[in-house]
């Protein structure tokens, strides 16, 4: 299990997003299940990197008819990427467990990325939030190993603190964070300097078993596809 923490509109699906269409044009089939966005929201992320088009203009509606032609080339069952999405609004965890054995039995996907944990409804009443944390991630790690399906979970991290809201975060800052850093195989972790629109996204390698952690890099939104993407770097620096 990879974990990627960040806090709200960091940039975990959009992360999540750019890792599992890596993968899928390696044909590796993948998909992403989420309880926040709906796939259309899914759909145009990926139509943007598979056409450098942005999202936004998509929903605008203000594209040329060459740009047009572009998205109707790979819409639908002609994507040249076995990728697959699944939204779960009723956020329960039968249902989105359902979704995985879907994507992993019927579309045959090898990695499913879930977003993100702490929306999602557990099964039964738990005496804290944490206990509830827990049982919803061992689920979904069982489902996972017996699928023989590698699982990218997206977490929330804690609050930060009110006099350094963009502080580096670290593993404790994981929500319920028992479980969640115990049991992952390696933990990526975002955040950024400021809420001003363009600043760059940072990330490290808090915790990779068997592997060095620690290794850090910069993401940058791609003007023409909207996505993230790793800042290129001329010298010393992270």
């Known amino acids: ?91 329960r965890i039968d249902d989105v467990l359902a979704k995985i054995e879907f994507m992993a039995r019927v579309r045959g996907a090898r990695v499913v990325a879930v977003d993100y944990l702490q929306s999602i409804m557990p099964r039964g009443s738990f005496s804290s939030r944490r206990e509830a944390i827990d049982s919803i991630l061992a689920e979904l790690i069982s489902l996972c190993g017996r699928l023989g399906v590698a699982l990218i979970l997206a977490s929330q991290l804690a609050r930060p603190d009110k006099g350094n809201p963009y502080r580096e975060p670290n593993l404790i800052d994981l929500k319920e964070s028992g479980e969640i850093e115990n049991r992952a195989q390696c933990v990526v972790m975002l955040w950024r300097d400021s809420d001003e629109p363009g600043v760059d996204i940072h990330a490290k390698i808090a915790k990779a078993k068997r592997q060095p952690a620690g290794a850090r890099f910069d993401l940058i939104r791609d003007p023409d596809s909207g996505m993230l993407i ?9």
């Open 230 to 238: 790793e800042k290129p770097y001329y010298g010393s620096g992270y």
């Open 1 to 91: 299990m990879l974990v990627i923490g960040a806090q709200t509109n960091v940039g975990k699906t959009s992360v999540l997003m750019t890792w599992l269409m890596s993968i899928a044009s390696r044909s590796i089939p993948c998909g992403i299940v989420s309880v926040e966005d709906p796939d259309e929201d899914f759909g145009a992320k990926a139509l943007g990197q598979m056409t450098g088009i942005n999202p936004k203009r998509m929903w605008s509606g203000d594209l040329s008819q060459a740009e047009w032609a572009k998205i109707m080339a790979v819409r639908g069952y002609d994507m040249p990427h076995p990728f697959s999405f699944g939204y779960v609004g009723s956020r």
